[in-house]
């Protein structure tokens, strides 16, 4: 995992916002004592020694222009002193100008991040991130620029698997096609189906093989999301052929064979670790299968052999015979030595 420090910032918007607000409040400001007429004049006459060192309409633009400055200066400087930092093991929210304060979020396997962004902070590349602990908000990153790239930065420093869910605006909209926006990673792929080839439009066993493939890879590794029923392009295939080449032609029927599947090349006592939902994207069926990371190594059993993978980025990688004994030792040290 790589070590590097991300320091993430608000969207300039923030600070174009809060000016637009101080320019506002001068104006509301100034009209204020425009109303209050000659009572102004007679405060001034009443301050000991002030008459004499400032005439009154110098008072009076240095008094309006220096708080409107003195104001600006501050927002601004709230607005470049606070960030969010994430490194491997947490990420932290640095603010204040003469007192720093500083709030840190151990990275947990029960974390989800939630995105929140609106037409308009697509338009300004601005929006939120909710960081959640077992469906609680423990951490919020208001308004910064970029935001899914930093998702993605993010999802990849949490250690299991992860729920990818975005918010657009006030309204949740479907889990699944959200998640068609996001490009493969370490810990999200699509396949077209489980094994229906769509090239040659029948049935192919070894697309069963590369989808327990990826799913083996996403156990031996941090966990993942495998999303089935999705074309290269990430446009909604369906799962309604797979269905039709088995024996019940539902979403049942699909879990059930994936069961069999992860059952024979995996093993069943760990087939708790693989969660399917189904969810409907353009009035098609697609299956999400999000899976966490294994206790113990994982190997993929063929016909005639018996293959170990890992997630490399976005790839399942075979490990060679040497290689796998030390990854193992150092990824399960307690499994190995019990």
Same mark, same amino acid.
């Given at each position: 995992m790589s070590t590097e420090r991300i320091t993430i910032r608000r969207s300039?918007?923030?600070?174009?916002?809060?000016?637009?607000?101080?320019?506002?409040?001068?104006?509301?400001?100034?009209?204020?004592?425009?109303?209050?007429?000659?009572?102004?004049?007679?405060l001034y006459l009443q301050i000991p020694l002030l008459p004499d060192i400032f005439p009154y309409q110098a008072l009076k633009i240095f008094a309006l222009s220096g708080i409107q400055f003195v104001i600006t200066i501050y927002a601004f400087l709230s607005w470049y002193y606070e960030h969010y930092v994430v490194i491997p093991t947490m990420i932290s929210h640095e603010r204040g100008i003469f007192f720093k304060q500083s709030t840190n979020v151990p990275f947990r396997e029960t974390m989800s991040v939630t995105l929140v962004e609106g037409p308009i902070r697509k338009l300004?590349?601005?929006? +939120?991130?909710?960081?959640?602990? @077992? /469906? =609680?908000?423990?951490?919020?990153?208001?308004?910064?620029?970029?935001?899914?790239?930093y998702l993605d930065i993010i999802l990849t420093r949490l250690n299991g698997s992860h729920a990818y869910t975005i918010?657009?605006?006030?309204?949740?909209?479907?889990?699944?096609?959200?998640?068609?926006?996001?490009?493969?990673? +370490?810990?999200?792929?699509?396949? @077209? /189906? =489980?094994?229906?080839d769509h090239h040659t439009k029948k049935v192919n066993r070894e697309l069963?093989?590369?989808?327990?493939?990826?799913v083996a890879a996403f156990l031996n590794s941090d966990g993942g999301r495998l999303v089935i029923g999705v074309g290269d392009d990430k446009s909604p295939l369906g799962l309604h052929h797979d269905y039709q080449t088995l024996g019940r032609q539902s979403a049942d029927?699909?879990?059930?064979?994936?069961?069999?599947?992860?059952?024979?090349?995996?093993?069943?006592?760990?087939?708790?670790?693989?969660?399917?939902?189904?969810h409907k994207v353009q009035d098609k069926d697609i299956c999400m299968v999000?899976?966490?990371?294994?206790?113990?190594?994982?190997?993929?059993?063929?016909?005639?052999?018996e293959f170990?993978?890992?997630?490399?980025?976005?790839?399942s990688t075979p490990l060679k015979l040497s290689e796998v004994e030390s990854y193992a030792r150092e990824r399960w040290p307690h499994a190995m030595t019990g």
């Open positions: 300039p918007a923030v600070l174009i916002r809060n000016l637009a607000l101080i320019e506002l409040v001068a104006f509301i400001l100034y009209v204020v004592a425009v109303t209050l007429g000659n009572s102004k004049y007679e300004l590349h601005c929006g +939120s991130l909710i960081i959640h602990n @077992s /469906s =609680l908000p423990i951490l919020t990153l208001t308004d910064i620029s970029y935001p899914k790239k918010e657009p605006s006030s309204q949740r909209v479907g889990i699944a096609e959200d998640i068609l926006q996001y490009e493969e990673h +370490s810990k999200l792929e699509f396949k @077209s /189906s =489980l094994r229906f069963e093989k590369v989808t327990m493939k990826t029927g699909f879990e059930n064979h994936f069961t069999q599947l992860f059952n024979k090349m995996l093993g069943p006592d760990i087939r708790h670790l693989a969660q399917l939902t189904f999000d899976i966490s990371p294994s206790p113990r190594p994982v190997y993929l059993a063929t016909e005639n052999d170990f993978y890992v997630r490399t980025g976005n790839i």
